[in-house]
């Protein structure tokens, strides 16, 4: 964070004298345990990774308006797992990208007032559907980011957010070579609700990254949702989204590829069915990039597709779920193809079953089976995950 020591000096500067007694600060704690197997074809060993995130999250009010907060994570690798973590070196294993190790996930000072918050120091930044900006909090080790963030809440109908960003602290630890990201970022996000149940998002990202100089660009993202109700028991909502990007500062490659994505989903009784597709493009076999998303969520569990392929992807899906008392249950089907071209890259099948035990504790199933034709390997995952919160 050492590129904003001198904008955290002049804030700390700015808070009023400090109440002779503070109130108690507000602790919490998060454990959750997960069993995740890879079957990958093409290595030697099957990997199987049981690890423990335990979470101490501490909020402290300093003044009126003024607060700190403190997060420490610690992840541990228990006994009978066999895995690359992505720093171990056990490279005849798959990769699961939990290393073991502590980690300080968050610690930011805080300013809100009258619709406007100021946010400075670790954080973590989840923009829109975190398709471009989020903090991959699948992963036992989040991604968060040292930044300046400030917020605006104009009114009901327009909110405005913009960050600095000086460091990526990425999901593989410290210990990684590409763990952390030297950065200057500058993202900023506008919000319009032009009507009820319609919003417009516009957003900008600058993307300068010194370890990474392939990751560098600049993005302009247009998207739009509307949501109807259909009767008292069902509605739809349809989104859409398009992207601009081109190369930017110090990256090699000359290039500028366009994104987008259609979505309709219809909620009925306790059902849901949603078809997409969602299209990463490419430029001189430089593809469309989003190094600072929350990934998971996009284009199947299996994590086929973290990095986009030199010709582009378009993954067309199919998704149908359903809610009985506390189970959740969710199928996903997806096509991949490149986005140049008439590659053929496979198929995948998710699975996911939710339980909610309680308000605290939740129970978790999820299976991925990723079928290749012309990209990749044959994938099989499975996770089994308990989550805990106090």
Not at 96 to 106: E, F, R
Request: proline share 4%.
């Amino acid at each position: 964070m050492t590129k904003l020591y001198p904008i955290s000096c002049c804030l700390l500067l700015a808070v009023p004298p400090l109440q002779a007694a503070l109130p108690d600060p507000t602790v919490n704690y998060q454990f959750r345990y997960r069993l995740e197997t890879v079957e990958q074809q093409g290595l030697e060993k099957d990997a199987a990774a049981n690890t423990l995130l335990s979470r101490l999250s501490l909020a402290q009010p300093l003044a009126e308006g003024w607060s700190a907060q403190a997060e420490v994570d610690y992840v541990a690798a228990l006994d009978h797992s066999g895995y690359h973590d992505s720093v171990n070196g056990k490279s005849r294993y798959p990769v699961i990208a939990d290393p073991d190790g502590a980690d300080l996930n968050q610690l930011f000072l805080q300013f809100q007032q009258q619709g406007h918050r100021l946010k400075v120091g670790r954080q973590r930044i989840n923009l829109g559907n975190e398709r471009f900006v989020g903090g991959s909090a699948w992963r036992q080790n989040e991604q968060t980011f040292d930044a300046l963030r400030y917020q605006w809440q104009q009114s009901a109908e327009l909110s405005l957010d913009y960050s600095y960003i000086s460091k990526v602290n990425r999901v593989f630890g410290n210990k990684h070579p590409q763990g952390d990201w030297s950065a200057r970022v500058h993202l900023l996000r506008a919000d319009y609700h032009p009507l009820p149940n319609h919003k417009l998002g516009l957003m900008w990202l600058q993307l300068d990254i010194a370890d990474a100089a392939a990751q560098s660009s600049q993005t302009a993202v247009l998207d739009y949702s509307v949501s109807q109700s259909l009767s008292a028991r069902s509605k739809h909502q349809f989104s859409a989204s398009y992207a601009r990007q081109q190369d930017s500062t110090d990256n090699p490659a000359n290039y500028s590829a366009d994104y987008y994505a259609l979505d309709w989903t219809l909620w009925y009784s306790q059902w849901l069915l949603a078809v997409g597709v969602e299209q990463l493009g490419t430029d001189n076999s430089v593809p469309f990039s989003t190094p600072l998303a929350t990934l998971h969520k996009f284009q199947g569990f299996a994590d086929k597709f973290l990095s986009t392929p030199a010709l582009g992807v378009q993954d067309r899906y199919l998704k149908l779920g359903y809610q009985w008392h506390l189970f959740d249950l969710q199928s996903h089907y997806h096509q991949y193809k490149a986005a140049a071209g008439d590659q053929d890259y496979g198929t995948e099948l998710n699975l996911q079953l939710s339980y909610s035990l309680s308000k605290e504790h939740q129970l978790l199933l999820k299976y991925a089976d990723y079928q290749a034709k012309q990209l990749f390997t044959d994938t099989r995952k499975f996770w089994l995950q308990w989550l805990a919160r106090f």
